[in-house]
């Protein structure tokens, strides 16, 4: 299993321009997340997903929009990016337990997006 | 919403010594994670724990659910400990992590 992966691992834009990010899971987990991690501060939540077709806003929503057509996939769209949305963006997923929450969170290698 | 605070924020050791970073939090949680990330690497998850203790290899995971506290050890440290430790809650009703930001570990040879 290749787990969580996300594409792509770097990348420049120049403000203004938009981009998608890919997260893709192996595992059959139902829950997705995107998070931005910036320097001294923790990670925070874009926005996640229960499931299938089912999206919602995290703590940090503004200037992304995701989509959640395939169980496996995740996608983070910037629409028009600018320089405050620099950051190393994190993809995470979890499966439901029979057991109930909580649920332990797995994460993609990251992406580098620098706006000039 | 939880407020998760670490300490400290760096932490510099030789190699050999017991280290121990600490992790507290605010209000009532489901359950408390340490994470653990390397320079420019991905974030692996250590422990999930809601109460007691639990000891993978050299680190120990222990929590205080009564003083809302958290501790993560390593024991025998070596220089490839050296990474990002991270603390997280789980909030009741919801699977939404709350991040502390994180221990800078370095362990000397």
């Known amino acids: 299993n290749a787990g969580v992966t996300q594409t792509p691992k770097f990348r420049v834009l120049k403000t203004g321009q938009s981009m998608t990010l890919l997260c893709a899971q192996d595992m059959n987990h139902e829950y997705m997340y995107w998070y931005r991690q910036d320097p001294g501060m923790g990670l925070r939540l874009i926005h996640y997903?229960?499931?299938?077709?089912?999206?919602a806003k995290g703590e940090v929503p503004d200037g992304y929009n995701v989509s959640r057509l395939k169980k496996q996939n995740f996608l983070l769209g910037l629409e028009s990016a600018a320089p405050s949305q620099t950051s190393v963006y994190f993809c995470?997923?979890?499966?439901?337990?029979?057991?109930?929450?909580?649920?332990?969170?797995?994460f993609g290698p990251g992406t580098r997006l620098t706006v000039t | 919403k939880n407020e998760v605070e670490q300490s400290p924020q760096n932490l510099t050791a030789q190699e050999g010594e017991f280290i121990t970073i600490n992790c507290s939090y605010s209000v009532g949680i489901s359950a408390l994670h340490w994470l653990q990330q390397h320079p420019g690497g991905g974030i692996v998850s250590l422990f999930m724990l809601s109460s007691g203790k639990k000891k993978h290899g050299r680190l120990i995971a222990t929590i205080n659910i009564q003083e809302k506290h958290s501790s993560l050890h390593i024991t025998a440290s070596h220089p490839r400990d050296s990474a990002v430790y991270i603390c997280a809650v789980s909030n009741f009703g919801n699977e939404k992590l709350t991040f502390g930001t994180g221990t800078r570990l370095t362990i000397i040879p």
């Open positions: 995470a997923s979890s499966f439901l337990s029979r057991q109930g929450p909580p649920y332990e969170q797995y």
């Open positions: 997903s229960v499931g299938e077709g089912t999206t």
